[in-house]
């Protein structure tokens, strides 16, 4: 049977023969008309139905008085037809009200079957059928009215800080559970930030035993005199052979290295290098891999290899000059992340100075474990769209030395590492 509209509808179902018992056991046949009145803008809304699915009777042992019905409608719902609508029941003298809502809960789920509201009337021998949308059957459920502490029950304070310390806790342990790594990174420096305040009497203690520390003036200047200590990868002063001077494990740390094997598979499959997706100083050196019989050192050297052609991808996609070199290049997206936090990069933002000279140290200082540390600088200087001299000068901030090896300067670099120094005008008194 389809809805109507517009005016007032009363449809004459059927004349149907019902049978109506009478005192004393008799029965007595009736002729009834049916008539089905559909809801229209005309018309009253609709009969709102509620149950208690608890079984609970709100009227039972009470009078009708004594008990109130309250329904409420959002008149200013986005679907007036199916307006969001609450029904509270509550019973006088006691704390507990049964609530049910057409928009939480049962009323969510899909209804299957329809309903409609009787009343039959002798006089006229008429069941008007109302139909009841289902949107208008609430489930009551009981509900507990929310009591103030009296003035003499004083708060539980204590209480209060367990169930705080309680929620925190779970909140944390979600997070860990379903948040994202960046979300986690983010939680934990808010973390480190909540605990700048100690206990009463810490920072009294810190100052105590920093006035007891002797301050080495020698070695501050040392340090200030560093042209480039922020700009150059992890390093160790105290090294005593070239390879360790720039410890690899803290350049390319160790979950980086199930990403760079895309040039070791070329290698292995004998296929040749794409000159237009690598830089020129890793086709030039692309060959040199199958001089290396340890398959372990060759899978280093092909993974270095592939971390240099990522840095270099990752500078030309945020530079001017590099754009186009970098489109259709694959960088994984941990490297990419890395890089982006490494050098203070958003996805669109070019690389601050400082960091690009952090960036190309991290390059040059490969490019020396790729040579074994004895490099010619034309290559690189050409991936990275700079001029020899400028290359150079940067070989030397990383504490490299320029030695003539068959009339070519090449870049070395001897240990124990030192840099350059800044020379200090003296002031005049």
């Given at each position: ?51 208690f ?41 006691s ?22 509201l ?23 459920e ?64 810190m ?39 720039y ?6 740390l ?167 120094t ?8």
């Amino acid at each position: 049977m389809g809805k109507s509209r517009g005016k007032k509808r009363e449809t004459v179902l059927s004349e149907e023969v019902s049978e109506a018992k009478i005192e004393g056991g008799a029965s007595e046949t009736l002729d009834v008309k049916i008539k089905v009145i559909s809801e229209t803008a005309e018309n009253k809304t609709a009969p709102v139905l509620g149950y208690f699915p608890s079984g609970y009777d709100p009227l039972k042992n009470s009078t009708r008085s004594s008990s109130s019905v309250k329904i409420y409608r959002n008149v200013k719902s986005r679907n007036p037809k199916n307006p969001r609508m609450q029904v509270a029941v509550g019973v006088k003298g006691s704390n507990v009200n049964f609530v049910g809502t057409n928009y939480t809960g049962e009323a969510t789920v899909p209804q299957l079957c329809n309903y409609a509201l009787g009343v039959f009337d002798k006089e006229s021998r008429t069941l008007k059928m109302v139909p009841i949308a289902a949107n208008r059957i609430f489930r009551l459920e009981p509900k507990l009215e929310e009591q103030e502490p009296s003035e003499d029950e004083g708060g539980d304070e204590p209480k209060e800080e367990i169930m705080v310390e309680s929620s925190n806790n779970q909140f944390k342990n979600l997070t860990v559970l379903y948040s994202t790594k960046k979300d986690l990174r983010r939680d934990m420096k808010r973390e480190i930030l909540r605990q700048t305040e100690g206990p009463p009497g810490t920072q009294e203690e810190m100052d105590k035993k920093l006035k007891a520390i002797e301050i080495n003036k020698e070695a501050l200047e040392a340090i200030n005199s560093t042209v480039n200590a922020e700009n150059v990868p992890p390093y160790n002063l105290d090294a005593t052979s070239p390879d360790m001077a720039y410890p690899l494990d803290q350049i390319i740390l160790k979950g980086d290295w199930d990403y760079l094997l895309d040039v070791f598979e070329l290698a292995e499959a004998g296929t040749g290098m794409d000159p237009s997706a690598y830089p020129s100083f890793v086709c030039n050196r692309f060959d040199k891999l199958h001089d290396v019989e340890d398959e372990s050192k060759r899978m280093q050297v092909a993974s270095i290899l592939s971390y240099m052609t990522h840095l270099i991808k990752f500078r030309d996609k945020h530079s001017m000059d590099g754009v186009s070199s970098a489109k259709g290049h694959k960088m994984p997206s941990l490297l990419y992340q890395k890089f982006a936090s490494m050098f203070n990069v958003t996805s669109k933002s070019r690389i601050p100075e400082d960091k690009q000279k952090l960036l190309i140290s991290y390059i040059l200082v490969l490019t020396l474990f790729i040579d074994d540390f004895k490099t010619e600088p034309s290559d690189i200087a050409k991936d990275l769209r700079m001029d020899t001299l400028t290359v150079r000068t940067h070989y030397e901030y990383l504490g490299c030395k320029f030695m003539r090896h068959n009339q070519v300067f090449m870049a070395t670099l001897p240990v124990p590492l030192q840099f350059q120094t800044l020379k200090r005008k003296r002031r005049r008194k």
